[in-house]
């Protein structure tokens, strides 16, 4: 069984670091890239970025490119987001998604989601 | 990037009646070299995360129930639930994944009558 089990929700100030997790089992995860989506409360989705854990190749929508770090450990088919410095506007829910085989952004397993909540 | 828009926003539709979402973009997401439209939807209930319902714009994912339909091709595509259930009440998004970034409509709200 595909699952992505996400870190717990987080409640920083602004300024502070961040980093959630996406473990993932049940498939081969170096064959598969993985995303982050944003999701601002009662709001759409939002595309921020993939990774490929082979490699740890990343791609970024311009909208985060600089923003976040998106990366991945295949030692323990873990995939990371990472907030070096917060701001209230990052407040949001966040999940990791599997990418389907074939394309970059289409998501066919997801996360439950990691709350951050960023709050002076 | 690509701008998806669905319509409309909310609807309320009674128990066993039909339910139609509808997405357009702003440029086609039929690739011409496999004659596939990019275009997905997901099905989004509150407090779960966002589940592939249809990929290929009419290609439904295993175990997802015949009532929920794809339809369309190029700028213009179609949800359909052809008998409203009960379970079906969620929010309904449509995504390309022709380009960078794979852009969502805003999503359209489901509830019953």
Known sequence: ?120 | DIVMTQSPDSLAVSLGERATINCKSSQTVLYTSNNKNHLGWYQQKPGQPPKLLISWASTRESAVPDRFSGSGSGTDFTLTISSLQAEDVAVYYCQQYFSTPGTFGQGTKVEIK
Request: hydrophobic share 35%.
């Open chain 1, 1 to 120: 069984e595909v699952q992505l089990v996400q870190s717990g929700a987080e409640l920083k100030k602004p300024g502070e670091s961040l980093t959630i997790s996406c473990k993932v089992s049940g498939y081969s995860f170096t064959n598969y890239w993985v995303a982050w989506v944003r999701q601002v409360p009662r709001k759409g989705l939002e595309w921020m970025g993939i990774v490929y854990p082979r490699d740890s190749e990343t791609r970024y929508s311009a909208s985060f490119e600089g923003q976040v770090t998106i990366s991945a450990d295949k030692s323990i088919t873990t995939a990371y987001l990472q907030w070096s410095s917060l701001k209230a506007s990052d407040t949001a829910m966040y999940f990791c998604a599997r990418v389907s085989s074939g394309t970059y952004y289409l998501l066919d397993f997801w996360g439950q989601g990691t709350l951050v909540t960023v709050s002076s």
